[in-house]
């Protein structure tokens, strides 16, 4: 049988290339001058964040990962589309920088509320019901809540899995990642701490730090397993099951939905959670710091 599997990191980053040919080199430095105001924007204080380097403390992979390349990517998918108007085509296909749940509503669609709206409704969980997120209209959001199945995994030592108990066609929406909501003083013990296990999902515009009584908008899983099929998808654990990802993570409004790629046929199942550091692809090609999950040490049952 084969199995539903979530993407992970199945892309990865062109390799460098280095040019040997040097003749046309002074007007290579003139087309780079406008990297220096890109640069001043992007540490506006050498002390913070650039400046940590030069006194020995640079900051983690991880914190490089979230901070200088992505802001890069920001910058450069920013010039590519100023109006954002892949949203109006494909909100899943969008560079990290455009907010399709404002550009959509916008142009007169209806929309699926954003994190804050159903915080605002629902309290401290992020509910589906909250979300009211089935009554979406809008292109390439085609909604489905029912013909999912939680139930023990066919592979070996891989706890419970999310089955497609009826055939589901390609570019369908599952239900949303539910659970609770963080406050950035909650996050902070959840991404230092062994002490609490790890169903976390952040949106990929989340500020690095607040104020601890403020909302990171990050989703704690672990809990709300009830109603909620989204925490039991899991992901590709090697490269060699990249062929046989068929669901993708989409974000829209700071919630987290997962996509079939293609087809799927009824009692499928997914690979169990077990990479220690893993990311579920949003606009892979682009980037691997989209939407994502926190790491995890161990696989655990769900």
């Not at 629902?122 to 589906?128: K, N, P």
């Not at 002490?195 to 952040?202: A, G, K, L, R, S």
Request: with cysteine.
């Amino acid at each position: 049988m084969a199995c539903l599997v979530a993407e992970v990191s199945c892309k990865r980053w062109p390799p460098a290339m280095v040019d040997d040919q040097v003749p046309d080199a002074p007007l290579r430095a003139v087309s780079w001058l406008w990297i220096i105001p890109l640069l001043g924007w992007l540490c506006p204080s050498w002390h913070t964040f650039c400046g940590s380097c030069r006194t020995g403390r640079c900051p983690s992979e991880g914190s490089l990962l979230r901070s200088s390349r992505r802001q890069l990517l920001l910058a450069g998918a920013l010039a590519e589309d100023r109006s954002c108007s892949c949203c109006l085509q494909d909100f899943c296909r969008c560079p990290t920088t455009c907010e399709c749940l404002r550009v959509l509503r916008a142009n007169g669609y209806e929309t699926p509320l954003d994190a804050e709206e159903a915080l605002e409704q629902g309290g401290e969980v992020l509910f589906s019901a909250s979300l009211k997120w089935p009554r979406g209209d809008f292109p390439a959001w085609r909604p489905l809540e029912a013909q999912l199945a939680v139930r023990n995994s066919t592979l070996p030592g891989a706890g419970r899995g999310l089955f497609a108990a009826e055939d589901i066609a390609a570019g369908v929406v599952l239900p949303p990642y539910q659970g609770l909501s963080l406050l950035f003083a909650d996050l902070d013990r959840v991404e230092y701490s062994r002490e609490v296990d790890n169903y976390v999902w952040c949106p990929r515009d989340r500020k690095l730090e607040g104020e601890p009584w403020l909302p990171s908008f990050c989703v704690d899983g672990q809990r709300l397993q009830r109603g909620n099929p989204a925490r039991f998808v899991n992901a590709a654990r090697m490269a060699k099951q990249c062929d046989d990802v068929n669901l993708e993570i989409c974000e829209l409004g700071r919630v987290a939905y997962f996509r079939t790629l293609r087809p799927v046929s009824a009692g499928l199942c997914e690979w169990k959670l077990t990479a220690k550091s893993w990311v579920l692809n949003v606009n892979s090609e682009q980037t691997e710091m989209g939407s994502r999950f926190l790491p995890r040490e161990a696989s655990r049952e769900a």
